[in-house]
Nanobody, 126 residues
């Protein structure tokens, strides 16, 4: 069992940057592959980025590739999402997710994840 708590969401102007964090409880953080998802008002949840349990491989949605960076610090039990060149269409609630996995595997489907945080709100003004 792992509990995930996101933070770092706020109002930011278009073109600005944010770093979202996802703090995990428990001792098995290094065994979890993780991801970030987002859900805008009135829209379905969508994949943003994912990372292997060791943090050596990443995968991004086309809409954020080149602007967002996912990273994982196993020593600090924390997942990050560095978001640069933000656009109004990035406005959403952002969620982190985790699942136990062998190293080298990466998951882009929300259905693949066992644990979810409560979300943090990101608003990008034009």
């Amino acid at each position: 069992q792992v509990q995930l708590v996101e933070s770092g969401g706020r109002l930011v102007q278009a073109g600005g940057s944010l770093r979202l964090s996802c703090a995990a409880s428990g001792r098995a953080f290094s065994t979890y592959a993780m991801g970030w998802f987002r859900q805008a008002p009135g829209k379905e949840r969508e994949f943003v980025a994912a990372i292997t349990r060791s943090g050596d491989r990443t995968y991004y949605a086309g809409s954020v590739k080149g602007r967002f960076t996912i990273s994982k610090n196993n020593a600090k039990n924390t997942l990050y999402l560095q978001s640069n060149s933000l656009k109004p269409e990035d406005t959403a609630d952002y969620y982190c997710a985790a699942r136990s996995a062998p190293d080298g595997l990466i998951y882009a489907s929300g259905d693949s994840y066992s644990y979810w945080g409560q979300g943090t709100q990101v608003t990008v003004s034009s």
